[in-house]
């Protein structure tokens, strides 16, 4: 998979069907990744770092730190009647639903740059007595809750609600998507999950959903799997209990091989890992993280704790095992090494696995590195995910 990539998602309309099982197939794309388009517009790596580092004081929650470097897939919804367009990401580690509001401050860059929700121009709009409010590192997401009518390529999904936000923080300027559509395992309160209104409204039968991730394109499927991505069987894993819930797996062990006498073992006492669709990296602790691209004779790169390797030395380099439930799943060095043009380098070999910007964080986040190699569905009524080989 292509994952630190230059290209963003949005959806090819005339592919996406519902099937006579009731599963709702969108195709995706990709546009320029925010650290992509950072770096076109010659942004100094220092800069980035800064940026990321500035706004990583105090917490710094996984979603937002994606919002820089993850290779971003995206669909194109409309919400309200007539429809109003949005580009959004369907992201497993974002509880939340938003899209930027209308009333947004016209100082506001990172929300006048975006396609916005106007309430007065829906005849379906119902502005719910709700605010909305989330903390992201030092800033603020902010706006009012609403209920309206949700088009997923030409599918209709009435009273979605979602937050429409006047409040967006500066670090999500680079982004090129308008909004998220939360697919965590939980929820705010005041935000029915878009999966729910599908299986009420008896557009999709089951409470699953699927993404295959492969170069420039992708798709998801909501309501099932699409057997035309995977070959054989999968193989399931109860989610870890947490609070709040999170789609969260537990890993026996990460192992590199390079030869006989060449292996070493990260998370060697077993560790939790969140399966994110919203990113391409590979997130872990910074000690596990340093000992992993050492190993593979990565370099640091100044840019946001990113390693790099040199192009020519991919195809050698050591599988990474990493071990579910006794069941070995294989990465192999095309699979967590991404080829970007850059402006400053003719190309770079950029390592998916980066540290933790929270050192107090000792979870894993695995993106679409790994879910590029293994095709992944998420069955929310029984807290589990399975894995199959993607094709």
């Keep these: 998979m292509t994952f630190f990539s230059s290209f963003i998602i949005c959806a090819v309309f005339a592919c996406c ?48 730190k994606y919002n820089y470097m993850r290779n971003e897939y995206f669909t194109e919804i409309h919400l309200g ?65 609403f209920n309206d009518l949700l088009n997923i390529n030409g599918v209709n999904v ?17 982004s090129s998507f308008d909004g998220i559509f939360g697919m965590g395992l939980d929820h705010y309160d005041k935000i029915v999950p878009v999966m729910w209104n599908l299986k009420k409204q008896k557009i999709i039968d089951q409470l699953v959903f699927s993404f295959h991730f492969k170069g420039d394109e992708g798709s998801m499927v909501l309501g099932g799997v699409d057997s035309a991505h995977y070959e054989g069987n999968f193989t399931y894993f109860n989610v870890v209990n947490s609070d709040p819930p999170q789609w969260m797996v537990r890993v026996d062990d990460m192992t590199l091989t390079r030869s ?93 696995f980066t540290s933790n910007y929270d050192d107090n964080d000792d979870s894993w986040y695995v993106g679409g590195a790994f879910m590029s190699r293994y095709y992944t569905t998420f069955d929310m009524l029984n807290g589990k995910i399975g894995f199959a080989t993607a094709k």
Excluded at 112 to 130: A, C, D, F, V
């Design 260 to 352: 006989k006498n060449e292996t070493i073992k990260v998370c060697k006492s077993g560790c939790n890992a969140v399966m994110s669709t919203g990113g391409s990296q590979i997130y872990g602790p910074s000690k596990d993280i340093a000992a992993i691209n050492s190993f593979i004779k990565a370099k640091d790169l100044p840019i946001g704790g990113l390693y790099y390797v040199s192009c020519s030395e991919v195809p050698k380099l050591p599988n990474i095992t990493i071990s579910l439930g006794n069941t070995p799943f294989v990465l192999e060095g095309h699979d967590y090494i991404q080829k970007v043009k850059m402006t400053w380098f003719k190309h770079l070999c950029i390592s998916a």
């Design 158 to 174: 009435t009273s979605q609600s979602f937050a429409a936000v006047s409040e967006i923080p500066w670090l999500f300027v680079y």
């Design 81 to 145: 009647q007539p429809g109003q367009k949005f580009i959004v990401s369907f992201d497993t580690t974002w509880l939340d639903s938003w899209v930027p509001s209308s009333s947004c401050s016209f100082s506001s860059v990172q929300c006048m740059i975006r396609n916005q929700y106007n309430e007065n121009k829906s005849r379906t709009s119902i502005k719910t007595p709700y605010n909305f409010h989330v903390t992201l590192g030092n800033s603020d997401l902010a706006g009012n809750i």
């Design 17 to 64: 069907y519902v099937s006579a099982d009731k599963i709702l197939s969108i195709p995706l794309k990709m546009k320029d990744s925010p650290l992509t388009a950072m770096l076109k517009q010659s942004v100094h790596p220092n800069v980035i770092t800064a940026i990321l580092k500035a706004e990583a004081k105090g917490h710094f929650p996984l979603p937002l």
